[in-house]
Protein backbone atom coordinates (compact mmCIF):
# COMPACT_ATOMS: atom_id res chain seq x y z
CA UNK A 1 0.00 0.00 0.00
CA UNK A 2 1.19 3.19 -1.07
CA UNK A 3 1.69 6.32 1.99
CA UNK A 4 -1.49 7.99 2.98
CA UNK A 5 -2.01 11.34 0.78
CA UNK A 6 -3.07 13.22 4.21
CA UNK A 7 0.09 12.29 5.96
CA UNK A 8 2.24 14.58 7.22
CA UNK A 9 5.95 16.08 6.74
CA UNK A 10 6.67 16.83 10.43
CA UNK A 11 6.32 14.75 13.70
CA UNK A 12 2.14 14.54 14.81
CA UNK A 13 1.44 17.42 17.38
CA UNK A 14 -0.77 20.06 18.43
CA UNK A 15 1.34 22.43 17.63
CA UNK A 16 3.57 21.30 14.70
CA UNK A 17 0.76 19.52 12.82
CA UNK A 18 -2.64 20.54 12.68
CA UNK A 19 -4.28 18.01 10.53
CA UNK A 20 -3.23 14.90 13.36
CA UNK A 21 -3.05 16.83 16.94
CA UNK A 22 -2.47 14.75 19.89
CA UNK A 23 -4.41 15.38 22.96
CA UNK A 24 -2.63 15.84 26.05
CA UNK A 25 -3.49 13.19 29.21
CA UNK A 26 -6.06 16.00 30.76
CA UNK A 27 -7.65 16.31 27.24
CA UNK A 28 -7.89 12.46 26.98
CA UNK A 29 -9.75 12.34 30.13
CA UNK A 30 -11.95 14.69 29.57
CA UNK A 31 -12.94 13.15 25.94
CA UNK A 32 -13.36 9.66 27.74
CA UNK A 33 -16.20 11.39 30.02
CA UNK A 34 -18.14 12.05 27.32
CA UNK A 35 -17.25 9.12 24.72
CA UNK A 36 -18.07 5.39 24.73
CA UNK A 37 -14.88 3.15 24.96
CA UNK A 38 -14.94 0.30 23.13
CA UNK A 39 -11.82 -2.42 22.11
CA UNK A 40 -11.24 -3.17 19.04
CA UNK A 41 -9.25 -5.68 16.60
CA UNK A 42 -7.05 -5.34 13.71
CA UNK A 43 -9.05 -5.72 10.62
CA UNK A 44 -12.66 -4.47 12.10
CA UNK A 45 -14.07 -1.93 9.55
CA UNK A 46 -15.94 0.96 11.73
CA UNK A 47 -17.23 2.31 8.94
CA UNK A 48 -17.87 2.27 4.69
CA UNK A 49 -18.09 4.96 2.35
CA UNK A 50 -21.75 6.00 2.31
CA UNK A 51 -22.56 5.47 5.48
CA UNK A 52 -24.55 7.80 7.17
CA UNK A 53 -23.51 9.63 10.68
CA UNK A 54 -20.44 8.11 10.70
CA UNK A 55 -18.98 8.33 14.57
CA UNK A 56 -15.72 9.94 15.12
CA UNK A 57 -13.26 8.07 17.07
CA UNK A 58 -10.19 8.99 19.76
CA UNK A 59 -7.53 6.70 19.38
CA UNK A 60 -6.51 5.37 23.16
CA UNK A 61 -4.16 2.56 22.23
CA UNK A 62 -3.85 0.69 18.32
CA UNK A 63 -4.12 2.38 15.46
CA UNK A 64 -6.83 3.56 12.80
CA UNK A 65 -6.30 3.95 9.23
CA UNK A 66 -8.88 5.33 6.38
CA UNK A 67 -8.57 4.46 2.86
CA UNK A 68 -10.75 4.87 -0.23
CA UNK A 69 -11.98 2.37 -2.05
CA UNK A 70 -11.05 2.22 -5.39
CA UNK A 71 -12.19 -0.78 -7.15
CA UNK A 72 -10.48 -3.90 -5.87
CA UNK A 73 -7.84 -1.44 -4.68
CA UNK A 74 -7.43 1.11 -1.80
CA UNK A 75 -5.85 4.33 -1.45
CA UNK A 76 -4.45 5.10 2.14
CA UNK A 77 -5.98 8.40 3.04
CA UNK A 78 -4.50 8.96 6.71
CA UNK A 79 -3.65 6.96 9.68
CA UNK A 80 -4.15 7.92 13.41
CA UNK A 81 -2.23 6.54 16.43
CA UNK A 82 -2.48 7.49 20.26
CA UNK A 83 -4.13 10.50 21.63
CA UNK A 84 -5.23 11.43 18.30
CA UNK A 85 -9.07 11.45 16.76
CA UNK A 86 -10.70 10.85 13.32
CA UNK A 87 -13.31 12.87 11.38
CA UNK A 88 -13.67 15.97 9.59
CA UNK A 89 -16.19 18.42 8.89
CA UNK A 90 -18.87 15.59 7.58
CA UNK A 91 -18.91 14.34 11.55
CA UNK A 92 -20.59 17.58 12.44
CA UNK A 93 -22.57 18.54 9.21
CA UNK A 94 -23.60 14.63 9.41
CA UNK A 95 -23.64 13.50 5.58
CA UNK A 96 -22.37 10.29 4.50
CA UNK A 97 -18.67 9.25 5.27
CA UNK A 98 -16.84 9.81 2.11
CA UNK A 99 -13.99 6.77 3.04
CA UNK A 100 -13.77 3.42 4.83
CA UNK A 101 -12.42 3.31 8.32
CA UNK A 102 -10.68 0.76 9.35
CA UNK A 103 -8.81 -0.54 12.81
CA UNK A 104 -4.74 -1.40 11.45
CA UNK A 105 -3.44 -2.36 15.30
CA UNK A 106 -5.74 -3.57 17.65
CA UNK A 107 -6.28 -1.57 20.95
CA UNK A 108 -9.02 0.81 22.73
CA UNK A 109 -10.56 3.85 20.94
CA UNK A 110 -13.52 6.09 22.76
CA UNK A 111 -16.26 6.00 19.61
CA UNK A 112 -18.14 9.48 19.51
CA UNK A 113 -21.92 9.32 17.63
CA UNK A 114 -22.72 13.02 16.55
CA UNK A 115 -25.07 13.80 19.26
CA UNK A 116 -22.24 13.47 21.45
CA UNK A 117 -19.76 14.99 19.72
CA UNK A 118 -22.04 18.15 19.65
CA UNK A 119 -22.38 17.93 22.99
CA UNK A 120 -18.29 18.22 23.31
CA UNK A 121 -17.99 21.19 21.33
CA UNK A 122 -20.53 23.21 22.49
CA UNK A 123 -19.48 22.53 26.29
CA UNK A 124 -16.09 22.48 26.56
CA UNK A 125 -14.25 25.47 24.47
CA UNK A 126 -11.03 24.19 24.87
CA UNK A 127 -11.44 20.95 22.88
CA UNK A 128 -13.89 22.44 20.48
CA UNK A 129 -11.54 24.63 19.44
CA UNK A 130 -8.84 21.68 18.57
CA UNK A 131 -11.66 19.53 17.09
CA UNK A 132 -13.43 22.19 14.53
CA UNK A 133 -10.26 23.42 13.86
CA UNK A 134 -8.43 19.77 13.04
CA UNK A 135 -12.18 19.00 11.12
CA UNK A 136 -12.40 22.00 8.67
CA UNK A 137 -8.91 21.53 8.08
CA UNK A 138 -9.20 18.13 7.01
CA UNK A 139 -11.95 19.27 4.88
CA UNK A 140 -9.51 21.36 3.16
CA UNK A 141 -7.21 19.18 2.19
CA UNK A 142 -9.20 16.68 1.23
CA UNK A 143 -10.85 19.04 -1.22
CA UNK A 144 -7.65 20.53 -2.25
CA UNK A 145 -6.06 17.35 -2.78
CA UNK A 146 -8.90 15.74 -4.93
CA UNK A 147 -9.77 13.22 -2.52
CA UNK A 148 -13.38 12.55 -2.32
CA UNK A 149 -16.15 9.97 -3.48
CA UNK A 150 -17.15 11.93 -6.09
CA UNK A 151 -15.88 11.96 -10.07
CA UNK A 152 -17.15 15.03 -12.27
CA UNK A 153 -16.09 14.20 -16.21
CA UNK A 154 -16.81 16.86 -18.33
CA UNK A 155 -15.50 20.04 -20.52
CA UNK A 156 -14.45 23.64 -19.51
CA UNK A 157 -16.64 24.43 -22.68
CA UNK A 158 -19.50 22.95 -21.21
CA UNK A 159 -22.22 25.33 -18.94
CA UNK A 160 -23.53 22.15 -16.92
CA UNK A 161 -19.86 21.08 -16.13
CA UNK A 162 -19.03 24.68 -14.33
CA UNK A 163 -22.54 24.49 -12.62
CA UNK A 164 -21.97 20.70 -11.27
CA UNK A 165 -18.36 21.91 -9.94
CA UNK A 166 -19.34 25.08 -8.89
CA UNK A 167 -22.11 23.27 -6.92
CA UNK A 168 -20.03 20.88 -5.35
CA UNK A 169 -17.26 23.09 -4.40
CA UNK A 170 -19.66 26.34 -3.09
CA UNK A 171 -20.90 23.05 -0.81
CA UNK A 172 -17.09 22.54 0.13
CA UNK A 173 -17.49 18.67 -1.38
CA UNK A 174 -14.12 17.06 -2.07
CA UNK A 175 -14.49 15.44 -5.90
CA UNK A 176 -11.96 14.38 -8.47
CA UNK A 177 -12.09 16.13 -11.95
CA UNK A 178 -11.46 14.45 -15.35
CA UNK A 179 -11.71 17.51 -18.08
CA UNK A 180 -12.75 15.31 -21.35
CA UNK A 181 -10.67 17.75 -23.46
CA UNK A 182 -7.02 17.22 -21.68
CA UNK A 183 -7.39 14.11 -19.42
CA UNK A 184 -6.63 10.72 -21.04
CA UNK A 185 -8.17 8.96 -18.23
CA UNK A 186 -11.73 10.87 -18.71
CA UNK A 187 -12.64 8.55 -21.70
CA UNK A 188 -11.50 5.22 -19.83
CA UNK A 189 -14.02 6.13 -16.82
CA UNK A 190 -16.68 7.04 -19.28
CA UNK A 191 -16.10 3.49 -21.00
CA UNK A 192 -16.26 1.88 -17.40
CA UNK A 193 -19.57 3.00 -16.80
CA UNK A 194 -20.86 2.87 -20.31
CA UNK A 195 -22.34 6.72 -20.83
CA UNK A 196 -21.04 9.01 -23.55
CA UNK A 197 -19.60 12.69 -23.98
CA UNK A 198 -22.96 13.91 -25.24
CA UNK A 199 -23.92 12.79 -21.27
CA UNK A 200 -21.13 15.43 -19.66
CA UNK A 201 -21.40 16.45 -17.19
CA UNK A 202 -21.53 12.87 -15.57
CA UNK A 203 -21.13 12.36 -11.48
CA UNK A 204 -20.34 9.60 -10.73
CA UNK A 205 -20.82 9.00 -6.73
CA UNK A 206 -19.04 5.88 -4.44
CA UNK A 207 -18.26 4.01 -8.12
CA UNK A 208 -22.02 3.36 -8.06
CA UNK A 209 -24.60 5.91 -8.56
CA UNK A 210 -23.91 7.56 -12.70
CA UNK A 211 -25.34 10.84 -12.88
CA UNK A 212 -25.89 12.48 -16.46
CA UNK A 213 -26.54 15.98 -16.91
CA UNK A 214 -27.44 15.99 -13.39
CA UNK A 215 -29.66 19.00 -11.25
CA UNK A 216 -28.29 20.35 -8.11
CA UNK A 217 -31.24 18.40 -5.98
CA UNK A 218 -30.47 15.08 -8.06
CA UNK A 219 -26.25 15.88 -6.86
CA UNK A 220 -27.27 16.43 -3.15
CA UNK A 221 -29.63 13.36 -3.20
CA UNK A 222 -26.83 11.34 -4.35
CA UNK A 223 -24.35 12.41 -2.15
CA UNK A 224 -26.95 12.50 1.22
CA UNK A 225 -26.60 16.38 1.87
CA UNK A 226 -29.51 16.71 3.79
CA UNK A 227 -31.55 15.46 6.45
CA UNK A 228 -35.03 14.16 6.25
CA UNK A 229 -37.61 17.11 7.42
CA UNK A 230 -40.56 16.17 9.87
CA UNK A 231 -43.33 17.95 8.08
CA UNK A 232 -45.69 17.82 10.97
CA UNK A 233 -42.70 19.99 13.71
CA UNK A 234 -43.32 23.55 14.26
CA UNK A 235 -39.68 24.87 14.25
CA UNK A 236 -39.31 27.76 15.97
CA UNK A 237 -37.53 29.83 13.07
CA UNK A 238 -37.29 28.47 9.50
CA UNK A 239 -34.64 30.89 7.56
CA UNK A 240 -35.13 30.88 4.08
CA UNK A 241 -31.77 31.73 2.46
CA UNK A 242 -28.14 30.70 3.32
CA UNK A 243 -25.97 34.06 2.23
CA UNK A 244 -24.36 35.64 5.40
CA UNK A 245 -27.91 37.40 6.74
CA UNK A 246 -29.25 33.82 6.41
CA UNK A 247 -26.09 32.05 8.27
CA UNK A 248 -25.86 35.01 10.86
CA UNK A 249 -29.52 34.00 11.90
CA UNK A 250 -29.01 30.58 11.69
CA UNK A 251 -25.68 31.17 14.00
CA UNK A 252 -27.66 33.23 16.35
CA UNK A 253 -30.64 31.62 16.94
CA UNK A 254 -29.55 28.17 17.20
CA UNK A 255 -26.79 29.11 19.64
CA UNK A 256 -29.63 31.02 21.97
CA UNK A 257 -31.48 27.16 22.02
CA UNK A 258 -33.82 27.97 18.74
CA UNK A 259 -34.88 25.39 16.91
CA UNK A 260 -33.63 26.53 13.47
CA UNK A 261 -34.00 24.70 9.45
CA UNK A 262 -32.16 26.58 6.91
CA UNK A 263 -33.06 26.09 3.59
CA UNK A 264 -30.98 26.96 0.60
CA UNK A 265 -32.01 26.94 -3.44
CA UNK A 266 -28.29 26.48 -4.22
CA UNK A 267 -25.61 26.56 -2.18
CA UNK A 268 -25.05 28.15 1.00
CA UNK A 269 -23.04 31.74 0.82
CA UNK A 270 -25.35 33.57 -1.24
CA UNK A 271 -23.75 36.47 -3.71
CA UNK A 272 -20.71 36.87 -0.83
CA UNK A 273 -19.73 33.23 -1.16
CA UNK A 274 -18.82 33.87 -5.00
CA UNK A 275 -16.87 36.94 -3.99
CA UNK A 276 -12.60 36.49 -4.37
CA UNK A 277 -11.85 38.70 -1.71
CA UNK A 278 -13.42 40.48 0.61
CA UNK A 279 -10.73 43.00 2.67
CA UNK A 280 -13.55 45.54 4.23
CA UNK A 281 -15.13 43.03 6.41
CA UNK A 282 -14.37 43.61 10.01
CA UNK A 283 -11.77 41.42 11.97
CA UNK A 284 -10.57 40.49 8.31
CA UNK A 285 -7.15 43.00 7.68
CA UNK A 286 -5.66 40.77 5.05
CA UNK A 287 -9.42 40.34 3.56
CA UNK A 288 -11.24 37.02 3.24
CA UNK A 289 -12.68 35.32 0.16
CA UNK A 290 -16.65 34.79 0.25
CA UNK A 291 -15.93 30.98 0.14
CA UNK A 292 -14.15 30.96 3.28
CA UNK A 293 -16.18 33.56 5.33
CA UNK A 294 -19.32 32.23 3.97
CA UNK A 295 -18.36 28.29 4.60
CA UNK A 296 -17.15 28.72 8.27
CA UNK A 297 -20.20 30.43 8.47
CA UNK A 298 -22.43 27.75 7.68
CA UNK A 299 -20.24 25.04 9.67
CA UNK A 300 -20.58 27.33 12.98
CA UNK A 301 -24.41 27.21 12.17
CA UNK A 302 -23.96 23.31 12.19
CA UNK A 303 -21.99 22.96 15.39
CA UNK A 304 -25.07 25.06 17.60
CA UNK A 305 -27.34 22.53 15.72
CA UNK A 306 -29.01 24.26 12.66
CA UNK A 307 -30.49 22.03 10.18
CA UNK A 308 -29.41 23.27 6.72
CA UNK A 309 -30.95 22.07 3.81
CA UNK A 310 -29.46 22.80 0.44
CA UNK A 311 -30.85 22.28 -3.34
CA UNK A 312 -34.53 22.75 -1.91
CA UNK A 313 -36.31 25.90 -3.53
CA UNK A 314 -39.21 27.48 -1.49
CA UNK A 315 -41.97 28.09 -4.11
CA UNK A 316 -44.39 29.56 -2.19
CA UNK A 317 -44.94 31.44 1.80
CA UNK A 318 -48.47 30.19 3.50
CA UNK A 319 -49.38 33.00 6.01
CA UNK A 320 -53.14 32.36 6.57
CA UNK A 321 -53.18 29.58 8.92
CA UNK A 322 -51.84 29.36 12.42
CA UNK A 323 -48.08 28.28 11.80
CA UNK A 324 -46.42 30.00 8.68
CA UNK A 325 -46.02 27.32 6.14
CA UNK A 326 -42.83 27.87 3.41
CA UNK A 327 -44.02 25.23 0.63
CA UNK A 328 -40.87 24.02 -1.27
CA UNK A 329 -40.81 22.93 -5.19
CA UNK A 330 -40.38 18.84 -4.74
CA UNK A 331 -43.94 19.42 -2.25
CA UNK A 332 -42.44 19.81 1.22
CA UNK A 333 -43.56 21.43 3.61
CA UNK A 334 -41.88 23.23 6.61
CA UNK A 335 -44.01 24.92 9.45
CA UNK A 336 -42.13 27.96 11.60
CA UNK A 337 -43.57 30.33 14.30
CA UNK A 338 -41.60 32.49 13.06
CA UNK A 339 -39.96 33.11 9.33
CA UNK A 340 -36.65 35.09 8.19
CA UNK A 341 -37.24 35.89 4.62
CA UNK A 342 -33.14 36.01 3.88
CA UNK A 343 -33.42 35.26 0.03
CA UNK A 344 -31.18 37.83 -1.84
CA UNK A 345 -30.81 39.44 -4.80
CA UNK A 346 -29.69 38.24 -8.07
CA UNK A 347 -27.96 40.42 -10.53
CA UNK A 348 -29.86 42.09 -13.28
CA UNK A 349 -30.14 40.33 -16.73
CA UNK A 350 -29.37 42.78 -19.52
CA UNK A 351 -31.69 42.50 -22.32
CA UNK A 352 -29.42 41.12 -24.64
CA UNK A 353 -31.12 38.56 -27.74
CA UNK A 354 -29.10 35.44 -27.17
CA UNK A 355 -27.97 35.83 -23.41
CA UNK A 356 -29.15 32.52 -22.16
CA UNK A 357 -27.45 30.61 -24.51
CA UNK A 358 -24.01 31.33 -23.23
CA UNK A 359 -24.66 31.70 -19.39
CA UNK A 360 -22.21 29.38 -18.20
CA UNK A 361 -20.68 29.42 -21.47
CA UNK A 362 -19.14 32.39 -21.70
CA UNK A 363 -21.43 34.68 -19.68
CA UNK A 364 -20.89 34.32 -15.78
CA UNK A 365 -22.65 36.34 -12.24
CA UNK A 366 -19.33 35.43 -10.28
CA UNK A 367 -16.05 35.49 -10.25
CA UNK A 368 -14.29 32.59 -8.35
CA UNK A 369 -11.15 30.19 -8.55
CA UNK A 370 -13.40 28.28 -11.11
CA UNK A 371 -14.06 31.45 -13.26
CA UNK A 372 -10.74 32.42 -13.41
CA UNK A 373 -9.16 28.88 -14.22
CA UNK A 374 -11.49 29.29 -18.16
CA UNK A 375 -10.57 32.56 -18.42
CA UNK A 376 -6.37 32.33 -17.78
CA UNK A 377 -4.14 34.42 -20.04
CA UNK A 378 -7.65 35.60 -21.93
CA UNK A 379 -9.52 39.40 -21.76
CA UNK A 380 -11.84 39.55 -19.72
CA UNK A 381 -15.38 42.13 -19.55
CA UNK A 382 -17.00 42.85 -16.22
CA UNK A 383 -20.36 45.18 -16.08
CA UNK A 384 -20.95 46.68 -13.42
CA UNK A 385 -19.56 49.59 -11.19
CA UNK A 386 -20.38 47.72 -7.37
CA UNK A 387 -17.65 46.63 -4.95
CA UNK A 388 -18.61 42.86 -6.17
CA UNK A 389 -17.77 44.20 -9.99
CA UNK A 390 -14.47 46.03 -8.29
CA UNK A 391 -13.54 43.01 -6.43
CA UNK A 392 -13.76 40.38 -9.52
CA UNK A 393 -11.77 42.62 -12.00
CA UNK A 394 -8.65 43.03 -9.27
CA UNK A 395 -9.19 39.44 -8.64
CA UNK A 396 -9.37 38.19 -12.70
CA UNK A 397 -6.78 40.77 -13.39
CA UNK A 398 -4.38 38.94 -11.29
CA UNK A 399 -4.90 35.38 -14.29
CA UNK A 400 -6.37 37.20 -17.24
CA UNK A 401 -4.70 39.16 -20.07
CA UNK A 402 -6.31 42.21 -19.74
CA UNK A 403 -9.81 43.27 -17.72
CA UNK A 404 -12.60 45.86 -19.36
CA UNK A 405 -14.67 47.40 -16.69
CA UNK A 406 -17.78 48.42 -18.23
CA UNK A 407 -19.89 51.22 -16.67
CA UNK A 408 -22.71 53.14 -17.79
CA UNK A 409 -21.99 55.91 -16.19
CA UNK A 410 -19.22 58.55 -15.46
CA UNK A 411 -17.16 57.02 -12.84
CA UNK A 412 -17.08 54.90 -9.78
CA UNK A 413 -16.41 56.87 -7.49
CA UNK A 414 -20.78 57.19 -6.44
CA UNK A 415 -21.14 53.40 -6.47
CA UNK A 416 -17.68 51.52 -5.22
CA UNK A 417 -15.19 51.23 -2.25
CA UNK A 418 -12.35 53.93 -2.32
CA UNK A 419 -9.69 51.27 -1.91
CA UNK A 420 -10.67 48.82 -4.74
CA UNK A 421 -10.90 52.39 -7.16
CA UNK A 422 -7.08 52.91 -6.55
CA UNK A 423 -6.56 49.26 -7.12
CA UNK A 424 -8.21 49.53 -10.21
CA UNK A 425 -6.40 53.00 -11.08
CA UNK A 426 -3.04 50.98 -10.38
CA UNK A 427 -3.60 47.88 -11.85
CA UNK A 428 -1.88 47.95 -15.67
CA UNK A 429 -4.03 44.89 -16.63
CA UNK A 430 -7.31 46.49 -15.93
CA UNK A 431 -8.92 49.59 -17.94
CA UNK A 432 -12.30 51.23 -16.75
CA UNK A 433 -14.58 52.08 -19.85
CA UNK A 434 -17.05 54.54 -18.95
CA UNK A 435 -20.27 55.84 -20.33
CA UNK A 436 -20.14 52.14 -21.81
CA UNK A 437 -22.94 49.53 -22.43
CA UNK A 438 -22.60 45.90 -23.44
CA UNK A 439 -24.67 45.86 -26.43
CA UNK A 440 -24.22 42.06 -28.05
CA UNK A 441 -22.87 38.79 -27.95
CA UNK A 442 -21.77 36.43 -30.61
CA UNK A 443 -20.75 33.45 -30.84
CA UNK A 444 -21.81 29.09 -31.44
CA UNK A 445 -21.84 27.08 -28.76
CA UNK A 446 -20.08 29.46 -26.58
CA UNK A 447 -19.07 33.07 -26.34
CA UNK A 448 -16.66 34.17 -29.35
CA UNK A 449 -17.33 37.63 -29.53
CA UNK A 450 -18.75 40.74 -28.45
CA UNK A 451 -20.04 44.29 -28.85
CA UNK A 452 -19.81 47.53 -27.08
CA UNK A 453 -21.40 51.01 -27.31
CA UNK A 454 -19.82 54.11 -26.03
CA UNK A 455 -23.22 56.60 -25.14
CA UNK A 456 -21.27 60.19 -25.83
CA UNK A 457 -20.00 59.01 -29.00
CA UNK A 458 -22.70 55.99 -30.37
CA UNK A 459 -19.54 54.39 -32.10
CA UNK A 460 -19.42 50.58 -31.58
CA UNK A 461 -16.67 47.89 -31.06
CA UNK A 462 -16.56 44.66 -31.81
CA UNK A 463 -13.89 42.34 -29.78
CA UNK A 464 -12.69 38.98 -30.29
CA UNK A 465 -13.60 38.35 -26.35
CA UNK A 466 -14.99 35.45 -24.72
CA UNK A 467 -15.82 35.97 -21.29
CA UNK A 468 -18.02 38.69 -19.70
CA UNK A 469 -18.52 38.82 -15.96
CA UNK A 470 -21.98 40.80 -15.34
CA UNK A 471 -22.38 42.42 -11.81
CA UNK A 472 -24.92 45.29 -12.26
CA UNK A 473 -28.06 46.16 -10.97
CA UNK A 474 -30.17 43.47 -8.79
CA UNK A 475 -33.60 42.05 -8.97
CA UNK A 476 -34.84 40.63 -5.42
CA UNK A 477 -35.98 37.11 -5.13
CA UNK A 478 -39.31 37.45 -3.89
CA UNK A 479 -41.67 36.29 -6.56
CA UNK A 480 -42.21 33.35 -3.58
CA UNK A 481 -43.51 35.54 -1.13
CA UNK A 482 -46.85 35.19 -2.89
CA UNK A 483 -48.40 38.43 -1.61
CA UNK A 484 -47.84 37.68 1.80
CA UNK A 485 -45.98 40.55 2.71
CA UNK A 486 -46.05 44.16 1.64
CA UNK A 487 -43.22 44.90 -1.33
CA UNK A 488 -41.77 48.30 -2.72
CA UNK A 489 -42.19 49.08 -6.10
CA UNK A 490 -39.15 47.26 -7.28
CA UNK A 491 -40.42 44.10 -5.33
CA UNK A 492 -37.70 44.48 -2.23
CA UNK A 493 -39.53 43.70 0.91
CA UNK A 494 -40.49 46.33 3.07
CA UNK A 495 -39.83 46.22 6.96
CA UNK A 496 -40.41 48.14 10.16
CA UNK A 497 -40.96 51.95 9.88
CA UNK A 498 -41.14 51.83 6.14
CA UNK A 499 -44.33 50.06 6.25
CA UNK A 500 -47.65 52.40 5.46
CA UNK A 501 -50.58 52.22 7.62
CA UNK A 502 -52.21 50.70 4.24
CA UNK A 503 -49.70 48.16 4.60
CA UNK A 504 -50.52 47.30 7.53
CA UNK A 505 -53.82 47.06 6.79
CA UNK A 506 -54.16 45.03 3.77
CA UNK A 507 -52.34 42.26 5.94
CA UNK A 508 -54.57 42.60 8.89
CA UNK A 509 -52.10 43.11 11.04
CA UNK A 510 -53.16 41.75 13.99
CA UNK A 511 -50.62 43.25 16.90
CA UNK A 512 -51.14 46.35 19.44
CA UNK A 513 -48.02 47.26 18.61
CA UNK A 514 -45.55 49.06 15.27
CA UNK A 515 -43.91 46.26 13.00
CA UNK A 516 -40.69 45.81 15.06
CA UNK A 517 -37.77 46.97 12.91
CA UNK A 518 -37.16 44.18 9.92
CA UNK A 519 -40.09 42.78 10.99
CA UNK A 520 -42.67 42.58 7.65
CA UNK A 521 -46.60 43.30 7.76
CA UNK A 522 -46.86 40.06 9.10
CA UNK A 523 -45.77 39.50 12.79
CA UNK A 524 -42.71 37.54 13.36
CA UNK A 525 -42.04 37.42 9.74
CA UNK A 526 -38.76 39.12 9.09
CA UNK A 527 -36.40 40.06 6.04
CA UNK A 528 -32.58 40.59 6.26
CA UNK A 529 -30.11 41.20 3.90
CA UNK A 530 -30.17 42.66 0.10
CA UNK A 531 -33.91 41.21 0.15
CA UNK A 532 -35.06 44.10 2.40
CA UNK A 533 -36.31 47.37 1.03
CA UNK A 534 -33.14 49.97 2.35
CA UNK A 535 -30.71 47.19 2.83
CA UNK A 536 -26.67 48.34 2.72
CA UNK A 537 -25.21 46.12 0.07
CA UNK A 538 -22.11 45.28 2.67
CA UNK A 539 -22.01 41.99 4.13
CA UNK A 540 -21.59 43.36 7.76
CA UNK A 541 -24.71 44.96 7.68
CA UNK A 542 -26.28 41.53 6.10
CA UNK A 543 -24.52 39.63 9.14
CA UNK A 544 -26.27 42.91 11.64
CA UNK A 545 -29.27 42.25 10.08
CA UNK A 546 -29.66 37.99 10.68
CA UNK A 547 -28.66 38.40 14.66
CA UNK A 548 -30.82 41.40 15.40
CA UNK A 549 -33.84 39.90 13.71
CA UNK A 550 -32.67 36.61 15.98
CA UNK A 551 -33.07 39.39 19.20
CA UNK A 552 -36.83 40.20 18.04
CA UNK A 553 -38.12 36.35 17.35
CA UNK A 554 -37.10 36.04 20.89
CA UNK A 555 -39.03 38.98 21.94
CA UNK A 556 -42.45 36.77 20.07
CA UNK A 557 -41.49 33.33 20.99
CA UNK A 558 -41.25 34.45 24.23
Known amino acids: MSEPLLTPAAPAGAASEPLLPTLTPDQLSRVAQRGVRRTTSRGDVLFEPGEKAAPIFVVVSGELEVVRPAGAQEIPIITYGPGQFSGEVNAISGRPAIARMRVSNAGEVIEFDRDRLMNLIQTDAELSEIFMRTLILRRVALIDRQIGDVIVVGSAHSAGTLRVKEFLARNGHPFHYLDLDHDQEAQEVLDRFHVTPSDIPVVICRDVAVLRNPTEAQVADCLGFNDAIDEGHVNDMVIVGAGPAGLAAAVYGASEGLDVVVLESSVPGGQAGSSSRIENYLGFPAGVSGLDLTGRAYTQALKFGAHVVVAKRATRLGCDGQRYVVEMADGLRILGRTIVIATGAEYRRPALENLSAFEGAGVYYGAT ?166 NVKRVASAVGEGSIAVSFAHRLLR
Not at 370 to 390: P, R, T
Not at 486 to 491: E, H, Q, R, V
Request: proline share 4%.
Open 369 to 534: ALEAQLCAGSEVVVVGGGNSAGQAAVFLASTASRVHILVRGAGLAETMSRYLIRRIEENPAISLRTHTELIALEGNDRLERIRWRHEQTREIEAHDIRHVFIMAGADPNTRWLDGCVALDDNGFVKTGTDLSPDDLAASRWPAPREPYLLETSRPGIFAVGDVRAG
